[in-house]
């Protein structure tokens, strides 16, 4: 199976560094960064590639453009690795549009895309008879979208909750067990690289209004959008709110709900019993469905990070191999 990369951030390195090291049947003919690309049909070698990333800055040639490599290279799956924006979906929603138009299976762990224009690139996806699979958008490492698509089928999804932000999360952690204030929380969770220097996505539920919006649409095609759903943030947050639902037993996690037949979509700090299985410590993410055969099933693990984010892409693409492409 041929794939062409866009992006070597921390995702990107992580799918080559994978590619490098095992046997997946995979060959990369095409990657490029913001500012260089770099196209072999005969494939290119994952290892040269990320040294010379380390090295440069650069993946490659400076006269190749990611949308050269998009348009240019022979390959059966994009695999769309650029950073987020939310507001536009650029430059990953131009890229994926002009692969599924060429009829190449797209794979991305980008959510601008996703949570703008799902719908479009579903049915555009659909009529050039390629996938569109996103796996890596939602939890991380956690294998939320085959669960549904696999393990569930059949049952009918009722209800989702999730702690979908792992900086949040953090932060909520620290308050409880350590009593810190919300800024000084934000502070060593900016130290240890889990919040960025602006970390108003992550604070004000954004970031997980955004997952909640590509769950809500991907199990239940409902076409929603940001603006739908209700959101509060942890930002005001006191210690003192922490304490007295300690005295309850509870604790608070930014959670995001979906419950279609009540018409909520909310994403809140909720008190919530401490051996609840949505209370998961650190930066870990936690979703629980909520079904009418299976009844409650909860999926806990990593919400982000290079390779935990890139199991989710090479586990997209081993489905599209083996399901649409014969290994070499
Ligand atoms: N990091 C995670 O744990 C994680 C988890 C889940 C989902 N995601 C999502 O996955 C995506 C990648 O995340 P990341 O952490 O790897 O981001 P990142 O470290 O910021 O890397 C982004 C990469 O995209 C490249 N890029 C920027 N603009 C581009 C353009 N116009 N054309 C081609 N390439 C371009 C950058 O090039 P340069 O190298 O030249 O700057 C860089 O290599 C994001 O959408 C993010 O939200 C990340």
Not at 121 to 143: C, D, F, M, Q, S
Not at 255 to 261: D, G, H, S
Request: proline share 4%; net charge neutral; charged share 25%.
């Amino acid at each position: 199976m041929k794939i062409a990369l866009l992006g070597m951030g921390s995702v990107g390195r992580g799918v080559l560094e994978m590619i490098a090291a095992k046997d997946l049947g995979i060959t990369v003919t095409g990657i490029a960064d913001s500012k260089s690309g770099v196209i072999d049909p005969d494939g290119i070698n994952p290892a040269r590639i990320l040294k010379a990333k380390k090295k440069t800055g650069l993946c490659g040639n400076k006269k190749i453009s990611a949308a050269d490599v998009v348009s240019k290279a022979d390959y059966d799956a994009l695999v769309e690795v650029t950073p987020t924006n939310a507001t536009t979906g650029e430059p990953g929603l131009g890229y994926i549009r002009q692969a599924l138009k060429r009829k190449k299976h797209v794979v991305t762990s980008n959510k601008g895309p996703i949570a703008l224009a799902y719908k479009e690139l579903k049915t555009l996806a659909a009529k050039n008879g390629v996938e569109l699979r996103h796996e890596a958008t939602v939890g991380g490492a956690i294998p939320i979208f085959h669960t549904l698509e696999h393990g569930l089928a059949g049952n009918e999804i009722l209800a989702i909750f999730g702690v979908l932000n792992g900086t949040c999360n953090y932060i909520l952690t620290r308050m409880s067990d350590e009593g810190l204030t919300y800024e000084q929380a934000l502070l060593e969770a900016r130290e240890l690289g889990y919040a960025e220097a602006d970390p108003t996505y992550d604070v004000q539920g954004i970031d997980a209004a955004i997952k909640l919006v590509i769950l809500a649409n991907t199990i239940w095609g409902n076409g929603v959008s940001l603006k739908d759903v209700n959101r509060t943030g942890i930002d005001l947050l006191t210690p003192d709110a922490l304490r007295l639902a300690e005295e309850e037993d509870c604790t608070i996690r930014l959670i995001a709900e979906a419950i279609p037949k009540k018409g909520l979509l909310r994403v809140s700090p909720r008190i919530i019993e401490k051996n609840h299985p949505l209370v998961v410590d650190g930066t870990l993410n936690a979703i629980t469905l909520e079904t009418d055969m299976a009844k409650e099933i909860t999926l806990i693990g990593k919400g982000a990070g290079s390779l935990e984010t890139a199991s989710a892409i090479i586990g997209d693409l081993l489905f599209i191999r083996d399901r649409y492409v014969k290994r070499p």
